[in-house]
């Protein structure tokens, strides 16, 4: 597992053989820790031959596995890929196990169904009877601590034939074709050193012992090697590469250390090697738009393109010259003038941005969340961990309101660095834990400042003055900072971890448990959702924590819950039947959750055996809710990380549901009287379930494969309140979605995560927290619970004044994560960020951050969307953009001319995304109400640069992919066009994505031998619903290959592909998401313009 912002590891998941869903293939373990462990750790005692309840035993396994093909790049035949894998592998990696039986022997079903009571032995199936628990509710613990991971190593590979990079993408065995991001340049991250200095270091007189910093931030427990890796991509992607050969390609790790990441240029995913930074279209994964705002640029920033004019220093004397800003001309009869070539569009640029937070002791303002950037912590917390929406703080609540901007905090804490970034220290205080203010309880951090000799500090939240702990104490140096500042990371870095001490925990920090539960009701069973969710996990056990404090189990339901005893000393697992729906119990905790090494053979046949076991199943119903609430008793004395597998409306036992949407549909046509009510859960019974779980740290996933209505709306309070997400993959499809599901689950376990955490953001004297909102349970208004937390995970932090702040002065805010790692560490991440305060309505406007001002409107525009009709929801997105730009131009804009619309130049997207908003699938008339539900959810704990792509997605044209293009790295995206159909020729082929889905759009004209080049295929015609994307062997088709696993890495996410053709209805989706263009719903972008200059005019008059 990698650290949460630490380095991670380079391998992503393994791809997966179309032809062969449930083929077990082989898994390399990397990526774990080095637990001193020999191939059968604590191990599973190998089953004497023939006593597998199941039919054959898998024949003896010698050597080293065959390798996997290039990432993403399937055998078109179950024939394994030639090369073996290297046979070597570096110090902390397990000879790779036999995951089961070979793919041609089927293990018989081990139980047909709940037989009639007396048709199988008693000690197969039986009413499990409830335990005596005496567990009470386990107090959240105060504990935490980031990931680790050991280096990983990626197999040699070998391409074949023609390859795949559509479903069942990869199978198990397969690392990842690269880092998520590309290798840090130069080799491994230095260890840091503190801000430049303009005295000169002098010895640091009787300062006591120094703290111990661990530089890998994260470290596994003791014995296991921490490395500075590459993190695993969330899935691989084909290599386009000819097949590596031992002549060309020496082994990654052959002659480099350990500890160090693979040199650039080694991995399929490598920037080219030059010392010039070339983005890979944005590791992180947005469209690199220029900086909206102005930036103050330190270090030699590469070239920006776009015209952008020199930012001023903060604090400028009020003489300053007028604030850039872009201004059209619009008749007063409101005909337009406006060029459409001239109004504010995204622009791209595929330079990265060098970003330092601090530079002569001021903060700089974060280049924008959507571009490519790497950050050099001097002070303040990197912009990937807090963002706020404007850079400098106003001094009134009177100029805040004025502005009509929001003040808001997004907060992502475990947020993935870029691999070129220095790792986050992990620093050790003992057992006296880290230095705190006594009053208000802050952590020591680069803005406390220290007097009278090192012996008191000043709190830089709320002013209060303690005395430094002896063994802290150290003299200060003529500048007034202390002597050994630079040496600890505490005092020269925004964002540091600490090793939690004892009194931060209330119980032993809790194991890594993963319990899965599938739905086998008969829908599930015939859609092919109840194998492609079992073949998912059989393969991402072998992406678990390794370790003995990983535990499993695993449990099925439709209208009874079947629970299964996976301890080494049964011959099979034995299952155990709870038939009560409605008042639930759970078998002996110690018997269905079992350590992983434990209980891996006894899984692998299980999760085989399933799908036939439940064929035949007629039972349409399912009891979602008892179900999960059966889990959670088998959980609740540990907590853990539940995810659950359903495919239709739970209609039996607790929590039941009706389908509502028959109702909604005869609501909409009315005119959406009640609708929005149907975005309400039914009831509270879920919720209060979900509040439990909270309390006893488990974490709901929901995976809902369906194909039809399934009330998102009730189930995801589950998920929303426990910390956990959503997936949702409808109409779900066993041939195209099965590989999503895989990757989807892959990254949900192997990504940077913690559990049982807490977290609570704290504001300098002025500033206080008014709410927060995203994924998690609130039980005291000053913290946020979290049952688990992981990279992805974002939370919005509003801010109110209760104070005037001072103009010249720096206003601070920290947020602090305490958390247990999944090896079971506890840590406290801690990111501090100071900005300063202003009382000059023209700075708020220039220090703006467009992207995360958007995020809030966004956020709160999902939050009131069940609250009240759309159209009122859709009106307040928009009033919010008017005030702001009616603001600006009333009292900053120089110009006089009424009839110009006149924006700020950070800000002047704003109108193109909030036009966009009201035209997402949130806030159409037209949608399911699942779909709506689910965008909802999905947006709630949204990070920031994924924001804007959700509403104005990325559009590439890929049949102008010139000769030139198909040369360059893989890595690169060519730019993207504007949303508007204009841009849409009927000769052409499209890729739009948006963060969830890619769209490939064809042409009714598309020239044949282009059809054939990328689709294999003669005439549109041909293209089938059940889309998978093939790679061929030409430049074109590798091209597009390239492209979208490239994306896939930006985003974390792998995109579902869907073919779109003119004339149906694939055709009429693309279409809707060209937001510029007039739709019979919507305002054109020039029309949108035109309609917000008039409001604003008739606010000036």
């Known amino acids: 597992m990698a650290t949460p912002g630490g380095p991670r590891p380079g391998n992503a998941p393994p791809n997966h053989n179309p032809n062969a869903l449930a083929n077990n293939m082989q898994n390399l373990q990397i990526n774990q820790p080095n637990q001193q462990q020999s191939s059968n750790v604590g191990g599973t005692a190998p089953r004497p031959p023939n006593t597998s309840p199941f039919g054959q035993q898998p024949p003896p396994f010698t050597g080293s596995r065959p390798g996997p093909p290039p990432p993403g790049v399937f055998a078109r035949g179950p024939s394994p890929p030639s090369t073996p894998a290297q046979t070597t592998l570096p110090p902390n990696m397990v000879p790779a196990r036999p995951t089961g039986p070979p793919p041609g022997s089927r293990p018989p079903p081990f139980a047909s169904r709940p037989p009639p009571s007396g048709a199988l032995p008693s000690s197969m199936t039986g009413t499990a009877a409830p335990p005596h628990s005496g567990a009470g509710p386990r107090p959240g613990p105060f504990s935490s601590s980031p990931l680790t991971s050991g280096p990983s190593a990626p197999p040699q590979m070998s391409s074949h034939g023609p390859v795949s990079n559509g479903p069942p993408a990869f199978a198990p065995g397969m690392t990842q074709s690269g880092p998520r991001f590309p290798p840090a340049m130069g080799g491994m991250p230095r260890p840091s050193a503190g801000p430049p200095q303009s005295t000169p270091m002098l010895s640091s007189g009787p300062s006591s012992q120094p703290l111990q910093v661990r530089p890998s931030f994260g470290s596994p427990p003791a014995g296991a090697l921490s490395s500075i890796g590459q993190p695993a991509p969330p899935f691989s992607a084909p290599s386009q590469a000819p097949p590596f050969s031992a002549a060309s390609q020496a082994p990654p790790f052959s002659a480099s250390p350990q500890n160090m990441p693979p040199p650039p240029g080694s991995l399929p995913f490598s920037p080219p090697v030059p010392g010039v930074l070339q983005s890979s279209g944005s590791p992180y994964g947005m469209q690199t738009w220029p900086p909206q705002q102005q930036q103050q640029q330190v270090a030699p920033p590469p070239?920006?393109?776009?015209?952008?004019?020199?930012?001023?220093?903060?604090?400028?004397?009020?003489?300053?010259?007028?604030?850039?800003?872009?201004?059209?001309?619009?008749?007063?009869?409101?005909?337009?003038?406006?060029?459409?070539?001239?109004?504010?569009?995204?622009?791209?640029s595929s330079s990265v941005i060098l970003h330092e937070t601090r530079h002569d002791n001021q903060?700089?303002?974060?280049?924008?969340?959507?571009?490519?950037?790497?950050?050099?912590?001097?002070?303040?917390?990197?912009?990937?961990?807090?963002?706020?929406?404007?850079?400098?703080?106003?001094?009134?609540?009177?100029?805040?309101?004025?502005?009509?901007?929001?003040?808001?905090?997004?907060?992502?804490?475990?947020?993935?660095?870029?691999?070129?970034?220095?790792?986050?220290?992990?620093?050790?205080?003992?057992?006296?834990?880290?230095?705190?203010?006594?009053?208000?309880?802050?952590?020591?951090?680069?803005?406390?400042?220290?007097?009278?000799?090192?012996?008191?500090?000043?709190?830089?939240?709320?002013?209060?003055?303690?005395?430094?702990?002896?063994?802290?104490?150290?003299?200060?140096?003529?500048?007034?900072r202390r002597r050994d500042a630079d040496e600890r990371p505490e005092l020269c870095r925004g964002t540091v971890e600490f090793i939690a001490s004892k009194e931060y925990m209330v119980r032993d920090p809790m194991p890594a448990v993963f319990f899965f539960l599938i739905d086998v009701s008969m829908n599930a069973i015939q859609t092919g959702a109840t194998a492609a969710a079992c073949s998912a996990i059989s393969q991402v056990i072998s992406d678990l924590p390794e370790g003995p404090r990983t535990m499993v189990g695993i449990a099925t339901f439709d209208s009874t819950i079947h629970f299964y005893n996976l301890k080494r000393a049964l011959q099979q697992p034995l299952m155990l039947i709870v038939p009560d729906v409605q008042d639930v119990y759970t078998p002996l905790e110690s018997d269905v959750i079992v350590q992983l090494a434990e209980c891996r053979q006894h899984l692998e046949i299980l999760l085989e055996s399933i799908p036939t076991m439940f064929q035949n199943n007629r039972i349409a119903d399912s009891a979602f809710g008892a179900a999960v609430k059966a889990a959670f008793l088998a959980m609740k004395n540990t907590g853990g990380k539940l995810l659950v597998f359903q495919s239709v409306l739970p209609s039996t036992g607790i929590g039941s549901l009706s389908a509502r949407e028959a109702e909604g549909r005869s609501n909409i046509s009315a005119g959406e009287k009640e609708a929005h009510k149907l975005l309400l859960p039914v009831d509270k019974t879920l919720k209060t379930m979900a509040i439990e779980f909270a309390e006893y740290q488990v974490c709901v996933d929901l995976f809902i494969t369906t194909q039809t209505y399934v009330d998102i709306a009730s189930l995801s309070v589950v998920p929303k309140t426990t910390g956990g997400q959503v997936y949702y993959y409808y109409p779900f499809s066993a041939l195209s979605d099965a590989a999503k599901l895989y990757n989807d689950l892959r990254w949900n376990v192997m990504r940077p995560q913690g559990f049982e955490a807490v977290m609570r953001v704290r504001c300098s004297q002025g500033i206080q927290v008014q709410e927060y909102s995203g994924n998690f349970c609130k039980r005291i208004p000053t913290d946020v619970d979290l049952p688990a937390i992981d990279c992805d995970k974002t939370i919005m932090v509003s801010l109110k004044h209760d104070d005037k702040l001072q103009e010249g002065t720096e206003c601070a805010f920290q947020c602090a994560l305490l958390y247990t790692t999944v090896y079971g560490q506890r840590r406290i991440r801690v990111s501090t960020l100071s900005l300063p305060c202003t009382n000059m309505l023209s700075n708020l406007f220039r220090s703006a951050d467009l992207d995360t001002q958007f995020a809030c409107i966004?956020?709160?525009?999902?939050?009131?969307?069940?609250?009240?009709?759309?159209?009122?929801?859709?009106?307040?997105?928009?009033?919010?953009?008017?005030?702001?730009?009616?603001?600006?131009r009333k009292f900053c804009a120089t110009v006089s001319s009424s009839g110009q619309l006149i924006l700020p130049e950070a800000l002047k997207l704003l109108p193109l995304y909030t036009l966009a908003l009201l035209k997402s699938n949130g806030l159409r008339t037209d949608g399911r109400i699942d779909d709506r539900s689910f965008w909802m959810n999905y947006v709630s704990p949204l990070p920031t640069p994924l924001v804007i792509p959700l509403v104005y997605p990325r559009m590439i044209a890929i049949h102008e992919l010139d000769e030139k293009e198909l040369e360059l790295d893989d890595s690169v995206i060519p730019t993207s066009i504007p949303l508007s159909s204009e841009h849409i020729s009927d000769d052409g082929v499209y890729l739009l994505e948006n963060g969830q889905d890619c769209l490939i759009y064809v042409g009714t004209s598309v020239q044949q031998n282009v059809l054939q080049q990328l689709f294999g295929i003669s005439s549109v015609e041909e293209i089938s619903n059940q889309f998978i994307l093939e790679q061929y062997d030409n430049p074109l088709s590798k091209k597009l290959n390239a492209i979208v696993n490239e994306i896939r890495r930006q985003r974390c996410s792998y995109l579902r592909l869907k073919l779109c053709k003119k004339g149906d209805s694939s055709g009429m989706m693309f279409f809707s998401y060209m937001v510029e263009d007039k739709t019979p719903s919507g305002l054109s972008y020039v029309e949108y313009l035109i309609h917000i200059h008039r409001q604003i005019q008739s606010k000036m008059t």
């Open 363 to 480: 903060a700089n303002p974060p280049p924008p969340a959507t571009s490519d950037y790497i950050v050099k912590d001097t002070g303040n917390c990197s912009p990937r961990y807090i963002r706020c929406t404007i850079n400098q703080i106003p001094c009134t609540v009177d100029l805040l309101s004025t502005s009509a901007m929001q003040l808001a905090l997004l907060v992502q804490p475990l947020a993935l660095p870029h691999p070129s970034e220095e790792p986050i220290q992990v620093v050790d205080f003992g057992e006296s834990g880290p230095v705190r203010c006594s009053r208000c309880k802050s952590y020591i951090n680069p803005f406390m400042k220290f007097i009278d000799q090192g012996r008191r500090f000043i709190c830089n939240f709320c002013g209060f003055t303690d005395e430094t702990p002896r063994d802290y104490h150290c003299n200060l140096g003529p500048d007034g």
């Open 303 to 348: 070239p920006i393109p776009g015209a952008m004019q020199k930012q001023q220093m903060f604090g400028m004397p009020p003489g300053q010259p007028p604030l850039p800003n872009q201004s059209m001309s619009l008749g007063q009869t409101g005909q337009s003038k406006i060029d459409p070539n001239q109004i504010p569009r995204l622009s791209t």
């Open 858 to 888: 966004l956020k709160q525009a999902a939050n009131e969307i069940p609250s009240g009709p759309l159209a009122q929801v859709r009106d307040q997105a928009t009033n919010a953009c008017i005030n702001i730009l009616y603001s600006y």
